[in-house]
């Protein structure tokens, strides 16, 4: 929110002033060179660039595995395991990715988040026969269904002084 004020601030003075005088104004108060403070700009666009880039890296890292899935025999299972994963029910942290996937029989991750992962975690899971993708998928429900319920008890004593 407070980016987006700014930036609305700056484009009014752009407007009001021009970018020529904003740039002499800024080297003014840096004390340092137009040149210079054109140099910083630039530099911060190109940051900004790659930080875009890097989430668009993880989004195809989702679309990558989502048309993997799609010719799955159990899609509907892996694809709910997906929605799970990206909302971080299923596999919050990087390590029970790294713990899951070694227990599983894969390779040792080496990503650096769990977005990373995403790509190995999904091989490894449709490697796996059918029986044993659909037993991940219910327990993953039974646990969400169980930490509820557990959830629920839990306020209704505390609720309920009498006991």
Do not use: C, W
């Amino acid at each position: 929110m407070i980016n987006k004020i700014l930036e609305i601030e700056i484009k009014i003075l752009l407007l009001k002033h021009g970018y020529k005088s904003i740039i002499t104004a800024l080297s003014k108060i840096k004390d340092t060179s137009i040149e210079s403070v054109i140099s910083d700009i630039e530099k911060q666009e190109e940051r900004n660039l790659l930080n875009k880039n890097k989430k668009a890296i993880k989004t195809d890292y989702i679309d990558l595995v989502y048309s993997k899935i799609q010719a799955h025999e159990n899609k509907e299972y892996l694809l709910s395991l997906l929605t799970q994963f990206q909302n971080k029910t299923f596999l919050p942290e990087l390590k029970d990715v790294r713990k899951f996937i070694e227990q599983s029989g894969g390779n040792p991750v080496k990503a650096k988040s769990r977005m990373d992962s995403v790509k190995i975690l999904f091989e490894t899971l449709m490697k796996m026969n059918g029986a044993k993708i659909i037993e991940i998928n219910n327990q993953q429900k039974n646990y969400k269904s169980n930490v509820f319920s557990e959830l629920s008890n839990e306020i209704i004593e505390k609720s309920n002084p009498n006991k």
